[in-house]
T-cell receptor, first 114, second 114 residues
Framework: KAGVTQTPRYLIKTRGQQVTLSCSPISGHRSVSWYQQTPGQGLQFLFEYFSETQRNKGNFPGRFSGRQFSNSRSEMNVSTLELGDSALYLC?????????????FGPGTRLTVL | SQQGEEDPQALSIQEGENATMNCSYKTSINNLQWYRQNSGRGLVHLILIRSNEREKHSGRLRVTLDTSKKSSSLLITASRAADTASYFCATVLELGGANSKLTFGKGITLSVRP
């Protein structure tokens, strides 16, 4: 099976812009989770989608949003970008979610906000 | 604050030696997961141990869980240079139904010298 893929791999934006990141889970996986990784805050959970519904949400402002499509592919959107949004954004998929089984991570999207 | 706190923050050992990493957490959990990350890339799942389990093995990896002490340890035996990476523990807290909260620790940097 193909692994989790994320596009784009690298992205440079300026403050105030918005960005959309994409994640394609492993075939058959219904859960997709998103994480932000920074040197200062480490790995932080953004949200989880399961069968097109947001099931869990971390403590991020409303500028961070996501959605999941019927084929389980997921997108994450960040509006009004701030310098502090520069990070590695990781998505992970699993058959039923973190509560039940391990997650498989994609390579990440490195976002730089100038 | 982080739910999972790893210890030590950094570990440097000689190839062939064993590496022991610890993780402590604050609240009751459903399961605890260990991940490895190589140089800012995606995370690789190592082991998932549920709250009713005390020990699990996978190849050269051994994970223990002590829920009374709210701690877990990851032992890598006969380490290799390729084990050089950052290791994270992640705790999964059940919030009800399939709703869960996953929290990562700050990570441990393991260096294995050839």
């Amino acid at each position: 099976k193909a692994g989790v893929t994320q596009t784009p791999r690298y992205l440079i934006k300026t403050r105030g812009q918005q960005v959309t990141l994409s994640c394609s889970p492993i075939s058959g996986h219904r859960s997709v989770s998103w994480y932000q990784q920074t040197p200062g805050q480490g790995l932080q959970f953004l949200f989880e989608y399961f069968s097109e519904t947001q099931r869990n949400k971390g403590n991020f402002p409303g500028r961070f949003s996501g959605r999941q499509f019927s084929n389980s592919r997921s997108e994450m959107n960040v509006s009004t970008l701030e310098l502090g949004d520069s990070a590695l954004y990781l998505c992970a998929s699993s058959p039923d979610g973190m509560y039940y089984n391990e997650q498989f991570f994609g390579p990440g999207t490195r976002l730089t906000v100038l | 604050s982080q739910q999972g706190e790893e210890d030590p923050q950094a570990l440097s050992i000689q190839e062939g030696e064993n590496a022991t990493m610890n993780c402590s957490y604050k609240t009751s959990i459903n399961n605890l997961q260990w991940y490895r990350q190589n140089s800012g890339r995606g995370l690789v799942h190592l082991i998932l141990i549920r709250s009713n389990e005390r020990e699990k093995h996978s190849g050269r990896l051994r994970v223990t869980l002590d829920t009374s002490k709210k701690s877990s340890s990851l032992l890598i035996t006969a380490s290799r240079a390729a084990d050089t990476a950052s290791y994270f523990c992640a705790t999964v807290l059940e919030l009800g139904g399939a709703n869960s909260k996953l929290t990562f620790g700050k990570g441990i940097t393991l260096s294995v010298r050839p």
